[in-house]
């Protein structure tokens, strides 16, 4: 049991370039969510899924693309990447909604943008 | 909507001395609230949470919460800090969207623990 995991851990690119964050989980979790994690700003939430098909925005989605086509995986894509979007990204799921069931975190990935 | 303060960036204590760590929430309707604790280059890991019933809740690693409605706080607390206790703590509500619930982060409370 591998819990949430993410890759890659680290990753630098360019203005303009695009690039998907992975995110898998194998708790078979309905709910899965991203967040990203600024200095001083806590964690904000992009988008989140409650189950393969299903997806919605979050408080900060601008410049992010997500889809779910399976319970296990959910990936983050971002199209054209900004210098704004440096940051560290997690990923998130649990077996029901947050508010009634534990979510479990990824490690994160650190993204950099030139 | 649904929000979180969190009192302080920044926390120093002794070891062996009493930790407490400040959350004041906003919500319009009754809270579900949650304190995570994230280690150095480590996910978010959960403490504890309230939703109903008892306003104390126990968590993990000796932490606690109590719920006061009147002071609209959930601070967190432990006896007698360990080093190991130093992390990044976060405080965050839930709120319901009507087809599913988020939570709200607040800004975090690094806390250092000292010999």
């Known amino acids: 049991n591998a819990g949430v995991t993410q890759t890659p851990k680290f990753q630098v690119l360019k203005t303009g370039q695009s690039m998907t964050l992975q995110c898998a989980q194998d708790m078979n979790h309905e709910y899965m969510s991203w967040y990203r994690q600024d200095p001083g700003m806590g964690l904000r939430l992009i988008h989140y899924?409650?189950?393969?098909?299903?997806?919605d925005q979050g408080e900060v989605p601008n410049g992010y693309n997500v889809s779910r086509s399976t319970t296990e995986d959910f990936p983050l894509r971002l199209l054209s990447a900004a210098p704004s979007q440096t940051s560290v990204y997690f990923c998130?799921?649990?077996?029901?909604?947050?508010?009634?069931?534990?979510?479990?975190f990824g490690p994160g990935t650190r993204l950099t943008v030139l | 909507a649904q929000s979180v303060t969190q009192l302080g960036s920044h926390v120093s204590v002794s070891e062996g001395a009493l930790v407490l760590l400040r959350c004041n929430y906003s919500s319009s309707v009754p809270p579900y609230l949650f304190w995570y604790v994230q280690y150095p280059n480590q996910g978010l890991q959960l403490l504890l949470k309230?939703?109903?019933?008892?306003?104390l809740v126990k968590g993990i690693n000796g932490f606690e919460a109590e719920f006061k409605k009147s002071e609209t706080s959930f601070h967190l607390t432990k006896p007698s800090a360990h080093m190991s206790d130093a992390a990044e703590y976060f405080c965050?509500?839930?709120?319901?969207?009507?087809?599913?619930?988020?939570?709200?982060f607040g800004t975090g409370t690094r806390l250092q623990v000292t010999l």
């Open positions: 965050a509500v839930s709120e319901y969207t009507g087809t599913a619930s988020k939570l709200t």
């Open positions: 309230y939703t109903t019933g008892a306003t």
């Open positions: 998130a799921s649990s077996y029901s909604m947050p508010d009634t069931d534990t979510q479990y």
């Open positions: 899924s409650v189950g393969a098909g299903i997806t």
